[in-house]
Structure formats: C-alpha cells, structure tokens
C-alpha cells in the first residue's frame, strides 16, 4: 500500500513538472512546501532553496504586508480564483528582477490541513505584445490623422529623400505618392530658394525645430505657392537624428485674401481722408458761390448799360466804352470759368443737385463715342469699346455721367502722351458684404464702367491720391486738378464707388461702380426754346444776401418782372399779406436765417395756391433735396447764375414747363 502511495506521488510531481505554468504549494502559515521545476526557471531559485521558506521571497518587498493579510482572509473562507482576475501581479526572481505575472489559487485539503496550489505564469511577453498592440494602433491612429489632414505632411532623410507623403500633399503639390517618394525634396523647392535647405538640414541635424518659416514651394504644374511649414527632426530608438519631418501648409490664398482686405482698407482710409476734403471744399464752394453770384450779375448790369449807351449814341469802333464793355465782358467770362470750378468742388464734395433719371449705360457710352472720337484726337491711336448685354440699368444725373466718362477718357488721352489704345467697357459686378462694409458701400448688384489706357500709368503714392482736389501731375497750369476729383464725387453721390488700377510704365484702368436700378430707362426730354421777356408778372425775390439780391432784382426789373424784395422769410410773408394783386413767382433762396425757402413757399401756397415757385441755393446740402438728389416737384436753380440762364428758368417755371 505505501509502494502504491509512492508510485502516486511519484506520478503526480512528474505531471507537475511538466505542466507549462511555475506551482507553487503554500500551507496555512505561508510556507512552500511544493515547487515544480516550471518555478525554478521563472524566478531562478533552486527547489531546496524555495523549500519552507515564506511564499514572500517569490514577490516584490512592497507587496509583503499585502500579501500577508489577503493569505489570512482567503485561508478563512478559500475559493478557486482563475488566472486573470486579479491584474497588475508581479513576481520577484532570486536576483532582484520583477516581472509582470498572472496567479491563479486552487484550495488543497491534505493530512497536514488546508493548503493552497497557486499556478503562477510569466506573462512579460504578453505584456510586451499588448505594449506594442497599443502602440500599433496609436501609430495606426497616427497615421489615419496625417492620411487625413489637408496639410502637407512630408518625412524625408537628412538627405532630402522624400520617405513619406501624405494626400495633404498630394492635394497640395500635385504628385501622388509613388511618383515621388524616392525622389529629392527639392523636386518642390524654387530654384532662387534651393540654398535654405543647406541652413535648415545643419538646424534639424542639431535637433532642433523649425517653426512658422514661411518659404514658397512649386506645384507639379509649375505653379508658384506661398507656404507656411514646420519641420521637426525624426529620431531612431536611440535617439539619433535619422530625418525630418515637414508640415506645409498653403498660404497663397490666404496671402492674398490679405492683400485684398489691406487694398481695402487702404481705400476705406481714402475715403475718410476724401471726405474730410469735400466737406472743407463744399464750404469753400458754397460760400464763394454768393459772391461770384454778385460778380456775375452786377457784370451784366454794367454790361447792359453800356450796350444801351453805346446803341443810342451810335458810336462804334474803339473808344472808352466799348473797352469798357469788353473788360465786362471778360469779368463775366473769368466768372464763369471761377463758377465751373466751384461746380466742380461741390460734385467733388458730394453738395451738387443731382437731377437722377434712369439710364442704360451702354446708351450713354454709344452717344458720346463720337464726341469722345474727336475729344481725344490723335494721342489715342485706337479707341474700343466692349458693352456687355443684358445689364441693369442706372439711375444718376444724365450730364454728371457723361462728365465722368469725358474726365476718365481725357485723363487717359494724357496718359498716353506718344500715343496708346484706349478702352471703355461696362459690365455687372456682384459686392458683397465684407467689400461693401469696408468701401462703406451696399452690397449687391453693380453696373460697372471701366476706361483703360496704355499710357505711363502711376505710383501707388500717386493713385493714392489721385482723387484730390487740385491734387494733379502734370506742369503748373495745365488742367486744374478737379477730373477725379470730380469723377470721385459723382461716383459717390450716387453710392457707387471708383477704383484705380495703375502699373507705371503698364497703363491704368478706372474701376466705376454704380448700383444698378433694373427699372426701364426714360427718353430724354427734347430741348425746346423758350421766350425769356416777362409778361407782366409779379415776382417775390427773397434773399439774404445783399450781393445776391441786389443785382437780381434789378436784373428782374430790366426784363419787365414787377419786383417785391425781402430779405428773409418773415419779411416775405408780411409783403406777401399786405400784397394786393396776384402774386405769379416765388424766387427764393433756401438756406436762410430763422426758416428755410421751402417752410415760406409752403405758407404762400396755403394762400396762393397758383404761385410758382423757383427755389435758389448754393449747394444741396439743404431741405429741398433728399441724399442730393432734387425731390419730386421741386424747381432749382444753382448758384452762381447768368442773366439767361436766370431769366430762361423763371421762363419755364412760369410757363409750367418745371
């Protein structure tokens, strides 16, 4: 029977020995009392060395206090507990090693008590194999980023073989990957820029980063890009600098976006500074209108009396008086010429009435060709015009646009002073909203008219103030400086906008944009003659100004218009109540002191409702018109005057023709 019992044993620690895990027999008190051969070769113990000894010398020191009290609670109520549910083990070999271990507990009733069969496994490779598992798919997830990113994303050897090569670069430069991996980074890199490599490879060779460089690289197709890129060194497990690592990112469309807001911005800041201009010279203006309103009445005054003196005296040839009613008559016409100046100023300012009807452009531009044919005479060696169809039309002053494309075409003609081609286009453009907030213009749809010159083209300095006052280029005394000027405050009263784009030694193209109307345009009225004699009627002049009034009345007087005369709007009423007879006129200024023209013409025509009214003013900046615009029903005249052009308003209002 003990033989029988031998042989068992025998037999068992046999089956034990070959058994794939380390086991370990512990009895109550925590002593070995079995190992198999599996647990000397994990923690390098000889079998008498681990015999009787506590389990403890198999784990690392920090885990023994642990360990004691966890053997005490599961001896009192032991279960079978499989490998795996217990992580983070770890085993101690005789020298001092630890490994990562799984355990797990068997409970044995045998004739010396209740022991405990622990199967203990190394599992350092599987440790291993899960590190690397984890890391595979880090790299994978690394690698699913850089396939993704629109960026170029670019690995190359330190010397410039490309090894790796994205769909951001792909995208980016044009190349697929097979056709470019193996080749030299400087497949991509400009000529003028192949010397940065040198001083950037020295850098990644030290380990050091480059950050934000901004460089141009060249697309497959030649194209020249502007890039932002990054460039960090790559290293073996050993550290060592084996390549590099770049991140592009295309920054041409940015760069340009950029330089449009800074033309932007550049322009808004013209406009402000314009501004400024316009508002000192429509105070100007206004102001020396008056007088000139004087000048020229009172020449024609003078002008008349000598005209009737020399008649009834009969005399001819030279002497004193017709000298002196030539000199009147070069007054007047110096006159004149100061009045269409401080027209000028006032369209420049933006203080002119417009009289705005509905236009379509190309129209305006094929009636005026010929006349722009024979303006420009010989320095325009060609003349063209390109009219798109089916535009919108416009809505401005008939003569204010024609003025603008007379100054653009005869500024151009001076540009070209050995000859050049000169072209008129229109055309409809879309503004949206970050242009029209900057240009402080409205978005939408605009009917566009651009002339363009061969000629000499100008400076970025010079275009920038191109649409100055009296701001011009050329010698002293040759054109006043106003084109533009004028030009620009037409544009802008309209809420459009004039945009220059010049190239010296390249040419110049004017940029007018004016919003469109896409109402159908009006004929123009027929020009009709009308008698400018009185028929006996009575007219109410009122005027402030004493410069003004004066040589008016007495012009009005000499034409058979019976005069009343006041000063402001209160005098103008009391004669007006006091007024017997009828009253056919109402000449009066608009900007008065105490109330306006407009608050006297609406309290006679409470009681005179057959009155007309003609209103005077020196500029637009008043109550009778509505953003510079005339309103419905109003007639105006503009001061400063002639005597004809005077007496063939009041003509025409009387005669109900407005």
């Known amino acids: 029977m003990a033989d029988e019992v031998d042989r068992v044993l025998a037999s068992t620690e046999q089956w034990l020995d070959s058994a794939p895990d380390g086991v370990v027999i512990v009895d109550a008190e925590g002593l070995i009392r079995f190992v198999n051969r599996h647990v000397e070769h994990i923690f390098g113990y000889e079998a008498s060395e681990m015999m009787g000894k506590p389990v403890e010398i198999l784990m690392p020191e920090r885990s023994w206090p642990d360990h004691s009290r966890h053997r005490d609670v599961y001896f009192a109520s032991p279960v079978r507990r499989p490998m795996g549910a217990q992580s983070d083990l770890a085993g101690r070999r005789k020298d001092g090693a630890e490994f990562p271990v799984d355990v797990s507990l068997s409970v044995l009733e045998t004739v010396d008590g209740l022991m405990v069969s622990a199967a203990i496994r ?38 410039g073989v490309i090894t790796s090569w994205n769909s951001g670069a792909e995208h980016m430069y044009g190349y697929v990957a097979e056709e470019i991996i193996g080749r030299n980074i400087s497949e991509i890199i400009p000529d003028a820029l192949a010397d940065e490599l040198v001083g950037i490879t020295a850098r990644i060779k030290r380990g050091e980063r480059v950050r934000n460089f901004d460089t141009q690289r060249v697309a497959k197709n030649g194209q020249v890009l502007d890039v932002s890129v990054a460039i960090s060194p790559i290293r073996d497990a050993d550290g060592n600098v084996i390549g590099a690592s770049t991140v592009g990112r295309d920054m041409t469309q940015v760069i340009r976006a950029e330089s449009v807001r800074r033309a932007l911005e550049a322009g808004l800041h013209q406009g402000q500074r314009l501004e400024s201009l316009g508002q000192l010279a429509g105070g100007i203006a206004h102001d020396f209108n008056n007088l000139l309103a004087g000048i020229m009445n009172y020449a024609a005054l003078v002008r008349d009396i000598l005209n009737e003196e020399l008649r009834q005296s009969g005399v001819s040839g030279e002497n004193l008086l017709t000298t002196a009613r030539d000199d009147v008559e070069q007054i007047t016409a110096i006159a004149k010429r100061a009045a269409a100046l401080t027209r000028q100023l006032l369209t420049f300012s933006r203080r002119e009435v417009l009289q705005a009807q509905i236009l ?27 009219l798109a169809a089916d535009r919108p039309t416009i809505s401005i002053d008939r003569g204010q646009i024609e003025q603008v494309i007379m100054n653009l075409a005869v500024n151009a003609r001076d540009s070209m002073p050995d000859g050049g081609t000169l072209g008129i286009a229109t055309s409809v453009v879309e503004i949206d909203d970050e ?173 005179r409702p057959t009155t007309r009214v003609l209103f005077m003013s020196g500029y637009s900046e008043n109550v009778i018109v509505h953003e510079g615009v005339l309103e419905d029903g109003v007639c105006l005249i503009e001061k400063p005057f002639a005597t004809d052009d005077l007496l063939g308003a009041i003509r025409r209002v009387l005669d109900g023709g407005g």
Not at 128 to 151: C, K, P, T
Not at 447 to 473: C, I, K, N
Request: charged content about 20%.
């Open 435 to 607: 242009h029209a907030n900057l240009r402080r213009i409205s978005a939408g749809t605009y009917v566009q008219l651009s002339v363009s010159d061969t000629g000499t083209g100008m400076s970025s300095e010079v275009a920038a103030r191109a649409f100055e006052p009296f701001f011009s280029t050329r010698p002293t005394g040759e054109g006043t400086g106003l084109g533009l000027a004028t030009v620009f405050g037409i544009v802008t009263q309209a809420g459009g906008e004039v945009v220059i784009d010049s190239e010296l030694g390249v040419g110049t193209t004017v940029f007018v944009n004016i919003p469109a109307s896409f109402d159908p345009p009006v004929q123009a009225p027929t020009p009709q003659n009308t008698a400018q004699s009185a028929n006996r009627e009575t007219v109410l002049l009122v005027e402030d100004e004493d410069i003004v009034r004066d040589p008016t009345r007495r012009l009005l007087s000499r034409s058979g218009y019976t005069v009343l005369v006041a000063r402001n709007t209160d005098e103008a009423l009391e004669i007006e109540a006091n007024h017997p007879g009828t009253i056919d006129l109402l000449l009066t200024d608009v900007v008065m002191p105490g109330r306006s023209g407009k608050d006297l013409s609406i309290e006679v025509l409470k009681r």
């Open 122 to 159: 190394d599992i350092t490779w599987r440790k291993r194999l899960e590190a690397q598992l984890h890391n595979f798919e880090a790299i994978a997830r690394l690698a699913a980023i850089v396939e993704s990113s629109q960026d170029a994303i670019i690995g190359k050897t330190l010397d």
């Open 360 to 386: 379509d452009l190309n129209a305006v531009v094929a009636e005026m060709e010929q006349l722009l044919r024979r303006t420009i005479g010989q320095n325009v060696h060609r003349l063209h015009t390109a």
